[in-house]
Each structure stands twice: as C-alpha cells, then as structure tokens.
C-alpha cells in the first residue's frame, strides 16, 4: 500500500520525514496541529517587518480578550509556559523586584493548591511547571475524590493561587467543580488559575469563576506554537511583566503573536458546523469499514471533556483479531503511509482514531491501512508478540537514545 502523493513538493519528503498520518488528536510529538491558512500567511507577512513587539502584544491582548470575554490576554511560549508565568503573577504581582527575584520566592506567597486528581502531565509534569515559577504544589484530597472543605483546609496565608485542570488527562470524577472549586478560593482571597490548553469553549470557564484561563494556539485553534493567558487585568500584567523574568525564557517572536490574532480571528469565522460534519463523515466510513471485521468493535465516542467533537473507539479482542491493541498500534506507525492512532488506553484493549487533523483523502488510507493490518495478522496467526509493559520500556529506552 502506497501514500496517497501530496503536491510534490512535501517539505517532509526534502527533510526525509515520514509522511505520518495523525488520527492521535492535536500533540506537541506530532506537530501540534495543521496550522490555518490565514495563520501561515500572517505569520510570513510580519516575518520580515520590524514590529514594537509591546505594541503587538498590546494588539493581541485585544484579540484575545474579545475572543475569550475577560479583560486582557497574553501570549507565550505554550500553554505549559502560561502555567508558569500566570502563577508567577499572582505570586510577584507587578513588583518588577520580585519579579527579577524569581525563581526564589522567599518572602513572596508561593504554594500552589490542587486537587490530587488534577495533577496530571502532559509531556512533562503539571507539577513541574508549578515549581518553575518558584511555588510548591499543595495537593487538595486524594486522586478519585477530592471535596470543598479539604480545599478550604489546604488554603493559608501561603497560598498565591489555586490551580484547576480540564483535561482528558485528569481523573474524569471525584472531582470539585469549577464553580464551587472557585467559590471557595475567591473567599480566601485567592486567584484561580485554569489549565484548559485543550478546550473549545473559550468564555465559559472564566464565566464560572476562573480569574486566568489559559489556551494552547496551536491545538484546536490552528495557530502557531504559543500559549494563551486571559483573565483580569491586573493578573494578565503581571504575568506579561514576567517577560522581564523567568519569561524571557518562554519568549515568543512577532510570527507567534501575530498568528495567534490570526488564529483566534479565524476560530470566530469558522463553520463550526460544517467541520463537525466533515468529521462525522470520517467516523461514519470507519464504522462503516470496520463493523463486522474479526475481533474488533467500533463504536463512536463523545470527547470526555465535553468538548464538541467525537472519536472512534476501535476495541481489538485480541484472541479472534490475534494481535493485540498495541501491537496493532505499532503494526500501523511502522507501515507505508505510517498512521498514528490515539494510544494512551491501549494496554486496557482498545485504542481511539481522531478526526481532527485529518488532510483530504487521509481518512480512506486510515481506513485501508486498519484493515489491511487486522487481514495480515489474522494470515500470520500468532497472537501477542510483546506485552505492554515490554512496548512501554521500549519507547522510553528509544527516547534516552536520541539523537542515536
Ligand atoms: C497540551 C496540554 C498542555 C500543554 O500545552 P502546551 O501548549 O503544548 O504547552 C497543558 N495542559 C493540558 C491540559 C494540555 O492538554
């Protein structure tokens, strides 16, 4: 089986890439996202101009503060870099001394409240990016059930901000809820601050109570690398000012402010509907071509955040399909054109196809490529080569290798 060829001219090809396919969902390994069209134009036409580059953030401000309905807003490196530099902010304020001060907090307020469930990595530890700004995470209740009054326990005169986390990555119950989470919070005086890097609904987590909302442009948004910080006025300078510190660090340039603009312009003239019912024809052909294969089951499936958007769930049984979720997995990166499912569950027997980020044509080769793969090990006949465990040692062991 061959790829479908691009316009000839792949950058991938020249740079000898694989020409992967991604049905794993918008992942920083993977590229992020297909940047929009109105994205890559901005960013080329302001590549070679010399901007006021506060004056610029100035813009965005504006841009970001219509698109998510709060007062201000702020660009970053990413959304992991917000994290940092909104915490940084309500620990240091606009006191340019400590801002300089960071990442040594003595004197200043510096732990972090969160509830257990919440304390989740995404590439790199949550938790880690809390103590870059300097603070400590204070853990609220234990990891499936965490409640009001634990909250209001953990919270002392300590205490700079309170951490909320939305996210498929968390634990998906047990949880406090937003509002009551920031009811509570907002009682003691304390700043929230929401991680919600890969959420549609750009006003109504600031609606319910968080005082900084924090995006990834380059996730569903298709916009450049960077991170988005929104919220109250005074909360969105500090963390700008933070560019005199342990910003600078977490820099963007003038081709990532500027095609955040693009990208959040874009987002609000976009036919949300039609999207969502390209994508629904994507599921439908997959359920289509996979209902009544041996050994696996295809059903359709909300995103768990309640973001507008379904995926596929293929379960592998792996007695009758005689290969296992993750080796199926694998069987489709490694092939011609390599296909990138979303794996994360897969040692509990399924995995999920994305239909987010898809180029057209993609989702017939992921069709083709699925069922060519489950027809190969049903012919070679030998059920599990490798457990799980052993496939998770070796991703790491890969890692540690580069750049070989
Ligand atoms: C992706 C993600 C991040 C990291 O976002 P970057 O912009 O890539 O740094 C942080 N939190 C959550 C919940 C995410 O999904």
């Given at each position: 089986m061959t790829a479908k060829p691009k316009s000839g001219s792949d950058i991938r090809a020249r740079l000898g890439l694989r020409p992967i396919i991604n049905v794993s969902g918008t992942m920083t390994h993977l590229g992020a996202s297909i940047a929009v069209p109105e994205v890559q134009r901005v960013a080329s036409e302001i590549l070679p101009e010399w901007v006021e580059i506060n004056d610029l953030h100035r813009k965005a401000s504006r841009a970001i503060a219509r698109a998510t309905g709060t007062e201000a807003g702020f660009v970053t490196a990413s959304a992991s870099a917000g994290i940092t530099l909104a915490l940084a902010g309500c620990m240091t304020g606009a006191d340019l001394a400590k801002i300089e001060q960071l990442p040594d907090s003595a004197g200043m307020k510096n732990e972090v409240v969160i509830q257990m469930g919440h304390m989740?990595?995404?590439?790199?530890?949550i938790e880690q990016a809390v103590r870059l700004a300097g603070a400590t995470c204070v853990p609220v209740g234990n990891v499936t059930d965490a409640r009001a009054y634990q909250l209001a326990h953990k919270i002392t005169e300590k205490t700079a901000a309170a951490l909320y986390v939305v996210s498929h990555h968390t634990v998906q119950y047990g949880q406090i809820p937003l509002a009551e989470f920031a009811r509570v919070a907002h009682e003691k005086g304390v700043p929230v601050v929401a991680d919600l890097a890969s959420e549609y609904d750009l006003k109504g987590f600031h609606a319910a109570g968080a005082d900084l909302v924090i995006y990834s442009a380059h996730k569903f948004l298709g916009g450049p690398t960077a991170g988005i910080v929104a919220g109250r006025k005074p909360l969105v300078r500090a963390t700008f000012l933070q560019n005199a510190g342990i910003g600078r660090g977490m820099k963007v340039g003038k081709e990532s402010i500027t095609g955040t603009i693009a990208a959040l312009e874009a987002w609000e003239q976009r036919d949300h509907d039609a999207v969502r019912k390209l994508e629904r024809s994507y599921l439908d052909l997959w359920v289509k071509r996979f209902t009544g294969l041996p050994g696996v089951t295809a059903t359709i499936i909300p995103d768990p955040t309640d973001n507008p958007l379904d995926r596929l769930m293929l379960q592998v049984e792996a007695e009758t399909a005689r290969i296992t979720a993750w080796e199926l997995a694998d069987a489709l990166a490694s092939g011609d054109p390599p296909v990138i499912v979303r794996d994360h569950e897969a040692e509990q027997g399924f995995f999920q196809l994305d239909p987010c980020n898809l180029h057209p044509g993609e989702a017939e080769t992921v069709a083709d490529r699925v069922v060519h793969e489950l027809s190969e090990a049903r012919k070679r006949n030998r059920p599990q080569q490798y457990s799980h465990a052993e496939r998770k040692l070796r991703r790491f062991e890969r890692l540690l290798r580069w750049p070989d």
């Open positions: 989740t990595g995404y590439g790199a530890p």
